[in-house]
């Protein structure tokens, strides 16, 4: 990302709001503040906000209601969202995720955790040079008439229809598409996804699973691309061809 990173930050707690701009704006980033939800819609019209630090605890609208809402807006369905939950709350979590958040912290939390939390969702959510095996930029990688083009980021439906992946998403379908029938355990998955972001045992990789089901499997509860290995993970069913994407 050549520009500053813009994020905003939003919190009722005046304390919480304060120390966390502060902090991030010493470590490089461009930092606005919200106190609720009305306040962060302001926000995100008027500036280009690159990812969202946002509490699940909101005064009016809570953080989980919020989520679906930026997930089904046109202008903010990929803006990355790092959602604030209470410690030891697995439900709100896993409900976050849900709700399309790409990572989750539990309060109280070290300032230095969400700067590492933010820094690994925002190389997530950015084009990336390519690892070493992993399909090159300007690649197309087809499957069952989907397309995913790795420098745009994008995936399109057999029917060409664009379809809106979150940057937790998107790296998960990377992970399954750059290694087709292949059992991935959890652990691999999040090594490949997620470059270890997430805590051991992290629940995260299924609901991630579930979402993108939804979004390219016939009938996802009866899924047929990625399947599900009894003790063992997932797998990724369909043969994938590449090829040069379209300039």
């Given at each position: 990302?050549d520009?500053?990173?813009?994020?905003l930050v939003?919190?009722?707690?005046?304390?919480?709001r304060?120390?966390?701009?502060?902090?991030?704006?010493?470590?490089?980033?461009?930092?606005?503040?919200?106190?609720?939800?009305?306040?962060?819609m302001?926000?995100?019209?008027?500036?280009r906000?690159?990812?969202?630090?946002?509490?699940?605890?909101?005064?009016?609208?809570?953080?989980?209601?919020?989520?679906?809402?930026?997930?089904?807006?046109?202008?903010?369905?990929?803006?990355?969202?790092?959602m604030?939950?209470?410690?030891?709350?697995?439900?709100?979590?896993?409900i976050?995720?849900?709700?399309?958040a790409?990572?989750?912290?539990?309060?109280?939390?070290?300032?230095?955790?969400?700067?590492?939390?933010?820094?690994?969702?925002?190389?997530?959510?950015?084009?990336v040079?390519?690892a070493?095996?992993?399909?090159?930029?300007?690649?197309?990688?087809?499957?069952?008439?989907?397309?995913?083009?790795?420098?745009?980021?994008?995936?399109?439906?057999?029917?060409?229809?664009?379809?809106?992946?979150?940057?937790?998403?998107?790296?998960?379908?990377?992970?399954?598409?750059?290694?087709?029938?292949?059992?991935?355990?959890?652990?691999?998955l999040?090594?490949?996804?997620?470059?270890?972001?997430?805590?051991?045992?992290?629940?995260?990789?299924?609901?991630?699973?579930?979402?993108?089901?939804?979004?390219?499997?016939?009938?996802?509860?009866?899924?047929?691309?990625?399947?599900?290995?009894r003790g063992?993970?997932?797998?990724?069913?369909?043969?994938?061809t590449?090829?040069?994407?379209?300039?």
């Amino acid at each position: 990302m050549d520009r500053t990173p813009h994020l905003l930050v939003v919190d009722d707690d005046r304390e919480i709001r304060s120390l966390v701009s502060q902090f991030l704006t010493r470590h490089g980033f461009r930092v606005t503040a919200a106190r609720d939800g009305q306040e962060m819609m302001k926000a995100l019209e008027t500036a280009r906000i690159d990812l969202i630090v946002l509490d699940l605890m909101l005064p009016g609208e809570d953080g989980l209601s919020l989520c679906r809402r930026l997930r089904a807006g046109s202008a903010t369905a990929a803006v990355p969202i790092i959602m604030l939950t209470a410690m030891g709350e697995e439900t709100d979590r896993i409900i976050g995720l849900e709700m399309g958040a790409d990572d989750y912290l539990a309060k109280p939390f070290g300032p230095r955790e969400l700067l590492a939390r933010i820094k690994a969702v925002l190389r997530r959510a950015v084009a990336v040079p390519a690892a070493p095996g992993a399909a090159p930029t300007g690649t197309l990688l087809r499957f069952e008439g989907w397309s995913l083009d790795v420098a745009k980021r994008e995936l399109r439906s057999p029917d060409g229809v664009l379809v809106q992946l979150s940057a937790g998403e998107y790296d998960l379908l990377v992970a399954f598409v750059e290694h087709p029938q292949r059992v991935l355990n959890r652990d691999q998955l999040l090594d490949l996804a997620r470059g270890r972001a997430a805590v051991p045992f992290d629940r995260s990789v299924d609901v991630q699973v579930s979402r993108l089901r939804r979004k390219i499997e016939p009938d996802p509860a009866d899924p047929t691309i990625i399947k599900t290995v009894r003790g063992g993970g997932y797998i990724f069913t369909p043969a994938v061809t590449t090829g040069p994407a379209a300039p």
